[in-house]
């Protein structure tokens, strides 16, 4: 039905996890260590390190090392902004028409058949 | 401010156990579409006025999530209404006080046999509106907030 290009096939697959959104939103205020991002998560540094390393697939996010620490930032060139957009709309959009279905499901049954009322003028 | 304008044309489409009239129904007086059209990310708190006849306004306007005051608008116009068949208007909103797009939406309500198969095209021209990295940084939140919800209804 809707078809997104291979690389938001990757956001939105990064996304569609609430620790990467965590990590998303954190990184959203600034760049962090991984130390510092993992500091709050209840799970193992190594997870953490999995989970960055899907967002970077994705290209949500870079890393560089320097030293011993690895810095994480936001890439925002990954999600222009019109992109951004139109792609908000199209969820938008996707809500609306889930409400749709819901608000149709909750009508009467149609009493004439379309194609009854085709033809039949005579 | 940095001048851009991006083209975009999205398709979206899906079949109702309905027909095309009822379909059509939901969308033609402003006490029905209510029922199911919002609230919305955007659409929370908003005013909302629909005149269903050709050259009629819809507008909306309220205040942009998680955003204090900040104000977005949504003026549109109905172009070209055929019941129970096929509507098509033109839109622009603003965010902010800044026009971000201008776009034809034409939304077609075709039968295929019980059910009603329609089809939602949008082309817009998006506009410079957007491209400052503050508004930028939220617009991303955003999406991300969006695209987040909508995953976890979707898997």
């Given at each position: 039905m809707l078809k997104y290009s291979g690389e938001l096939d990757l956001v939105f697959q990064a996304l569609g996890d609430p620790t990467r959104r965590a990590l998303v939103d954190r990184l959203a205020q600034g760049p962090a260590t991984v130390s510092a991002l993992a500091?709050?998560?209840?799970?193992?540094l190594p997870a953490v390190h999995q989970h960055l390393k899907v967002l970077e697939a994705s290209g949500l996010i870079r890393s560089e090392k320097l030293g011993r620490t690895r810095t994480c930032h936001l890439d925002l060139t990954m999600l222009d902004t019109a992109q951004t957009w139109i792609e908000s709309r199209k969820a938008m959009w996707l809500r609306r028409l889930d409400r749709l279905d819901a608000y149709l499901a909750s009508l009467p049954p149609e009493e004439p058949a379309p194609d009854n009322r085709k033809g039949t003028s005579t | 401010m940095n001048r851009t304008v991006v083209h975009d044309t999205f398709v979206l489409e899906r079949s109702y156990p309905a027909s095309p009239a009822r379909v059509f129904g939901a969308f033609a007086d402003i006490a029905t579409k209510k029922q199911w059209w919002g609230p919305d990310e955007f659409d929370k708190d908003a005013e909302h006025e629909l005149d269903?006849?050709?050259?009629g306004r819809e507008t909306l306007s309220g205040t942009l999530p998680g955003s204090g005051s900040e104000t977005f608008t949504y003026d549109g116009v109905y172009q070209d209404i055929v019941a129970g068949e096929r509507i098509v208007y033109t839109y622009e909103m603003t965010m902010k006080g800044r026009r971000i797009s201008v776009s034809v939406a034409t939304l077609e309500f075709l039968p295929d046999g019980d059910q009603t198969r329609f089809v939602i095209t949008e082309q817009g021209a998006y506009?410079?509106?957007?491209?400052t990295s503050a508004q930028r940084e939220e617009g991303t939140n955003e999406l991300l907030n969006a695209l987040g919800t909508y995953l976890e209804k979707a898997i």
């Open positions: 500091a709050p998560l209840p799970m193992s | 269903f006849r050709v050259g506009l410079d509106g957007l491209d």
